[in-house]
């Protein structure tokens, strides 16, 4: 986990962002401290997409849905002949809609797409 800074503005207001990167299940501590959640998974890799839900359901254990903004993103730098996607956008948006209030995007770092939404 690496902890980062981040000045964005928002309908013409300017705000920190103190962004805190964490491994592994939410606990208490964590989950009455954070405003928002950023759930990442790879777009090629199905287990990881099965531990955003795990994660979610360990999170509403301490929080109640709605009290945190959730965001949902996957990842796509490695999809190829090689290495095809195994997460289809449908389930995403369907993990998303059951996640209750949570925005998804789809991010390629290596093309920059969606990066800086």
């Not at 839900?53 to 990842?75: F, W």
Request: overall charge negative; glycine content about 8%; hydrophobic content about 40%.
């Amino acid at each position: 986990g690496g902890q980062f800074k981040r000045e964005v503005t928002v309908d013409g207001q300017s705000h920190l962002l103190l962004i805190r990167e964490e491994v592994g299940t939410p606990d208490a501590k964590f989950c009455s401290w954070a405003d928002a959640v950023v759930f990442v998974f790879s777009l090629e890799d199905e287990s990881s997409f099965e531990e955003v839900a795990r994660l979610h359901a360990a999170l509403c254990g301490h929080r109640a849905p709605g009290d945190v903004a959730l965001a949902l993103v996957g990842t796509q730098d490695k999809i190829s002949a090689a290495s095809p996607r195994a997460v289809e956008d449908a389930r995403a948006q369907a993990l998303s809609g059951a996640m209750g209030r949570c925005l998804y995007y789809e991010t390629c770092a290596t093309y920059g797409l969606n990066v800086e939404r």
